[in-house]
């Protein structure tokens, strides 16, 4: 299992975009629609094969006939960083060992992507919404191959909870991911042209 792309949800994909281009000094690209779950999003090419995502509830797209991923439905108050996403090769044998509540496979699609992302029936991943997504990526394009690079790079993402030990023990060691004892929150710290930035 490796870190795929971090998520900064709002209100609004306008306000999910400037939160995250605010705290990077850097200009998202346009990305498109998901109309299984009737949100948009805008995408931030990062170092390494990684991307940032702004995502939103589309208000031009149909109510969904199933609740939307990322917990969005309930999405309220000022933009920030709401969910990471890691890629896995099995989404299927991953989902056997990890906690009830991470989702079942849905196949998506937008342009030439594919991928298969494990959504949970009421949309709220485990631990509070912050057990990592899970996606598996069919074929070899990946988002961060279409997108320019902004030059920056993570360098950590925190992802803190009260029972932050436990969550860390259900998933392993994972490259540049920290987990720490504390209240609710997800922290991701950047290296960028203009030094070393935050975003929450």
């Not at 079942?104 to 992302?117: E, I, S």
């Given at each position: 299992m490796l870190l795929d792309h971090l998520a900064?949800?709002?209100e609004t994909l306008e306000e999910a975009s400037a939160h995250i281009e605010q705290a990077l000094g850097v200009q998202l690209q346009d990305g498109g629609k998901h109309e299984r779950f009737g949100t948009h999003n805008r995408l931030l090419g990062l170092r390494d094969g990684l991307y940032l995502e702004a995502i939103s509830v589309d208000p031009q797209a149909e109510v969904p006939q199933r609740a939307r991923w990322f917990d969005l439905d309930r999405f309220e108050g000022s933009p920030r960083l709401s969910n990471w996403i890691c890629r896995v090769s099995d989404i299927e044998a991953s989902l056997s060992v990890f906690p009830d509540g991470v989702g079942?496979?849905?196949?998506?699609?937008?342009?030439?992507?594919?991928?298969?992302?494990a959504v949970p029936p009421n949309g709220?991943?485990?631990f509070d919404n912050l057990f990592p997504a899970l996606i598996q990526w069919q074929g070899d394009l990946h988002p961060a191959q279409m997108l320019q690079n902004s030059g920056c790079?993570?360098?950590?993402?925190?992802?803190c909870h009260p029972d932050a030990l436990d969550l860390a023990k259900s998933l392993g060691a994972l490259d540049r991911v920290v987990f720490d004892t504390g209240p609710v929150a997800l922290r991701a710290?950047?290296?960028?042209a203009h030094g070393l930035r935050v975003l929450e």
């Open positions: 900064v949800a709002g079942q496979p849905v196949d998506l699609g937008r342009g030439a992507l594919r991928w298969r992302m709220r991943l485990p790079q993570l360098r950590r993402l925190i992802v710290e950047f290296d960028t």
